[in-house]
């Protein structure tokens, strides 16, 4: 829901791919990462240490990145350009999979809110171009 209104927002038509929903935080979804310390640190520092678990008891860091490599290797060979609204952990799951990173390397990406990750393929390889804020395009019209 989430993205499909920055979708919006943005003046994009959106088609939802369940392979770019959030991850699954099973009983911490809707908290805050604070709230998290505050009732499970141990648990919430058990799963920053080893991603592969799920003591939430949703889904683990590497079930996103599956899904995520799998509708980025679906998409690699289409032509032009597209946009994909998601969440921070299906776009850090991105960029671990385009770098070829160590499943740590998850918790190293910081994903700013409303930000642009660009990512482009020849249809061969997958390749990180940039990340940063929303800039407005130049070439744009301005009216």
């Excluded at 919430?44 to 079930?63: C, D, F, N, Q, Y």
């Excluded at 490599?69 to 960029?95: C, D, F, K, L, N």
């Amino acid at each position: 829901m989430r993205a499909r209104e920055t979708a919006e927002a943005l003046g994009l038509t959106a088609e939802v791919d369940d392979r770019l929903r959030d991850c699954d935080f099973g009983r911490w979804s809707g908290l805050r990462f604070q709230q998290v310390l505050l009732r499970e640190p141990r648990k919430l520092v058990s799963w920053i240490r080893k991603p592969e678990s799920a003591p939430h008891g949703g889904e683990t860091i590497p079930t996103v990145l599956k899904r995520v490599a799998a509708w980025m290797s679906e998409r690699g060979g289409e032509q032009g350009h597209m946009v994909a609204v998601t969440h921070p952990a299906v776009i850090r799951a991105a960029i671990v999979h385009v770098i070829q990173a160590q499943l740590p390397s998850f918790w190293r990406i910081d994903v700013l809110p409303l930000s642009q990750t660009d990512l482009r393929t020849n249809g061969r390889r997958w390749v990180l171009r940039s990340m940063g804020p929303i800039v407005a395009d130049p070439d744009a019209d301005s009216n």
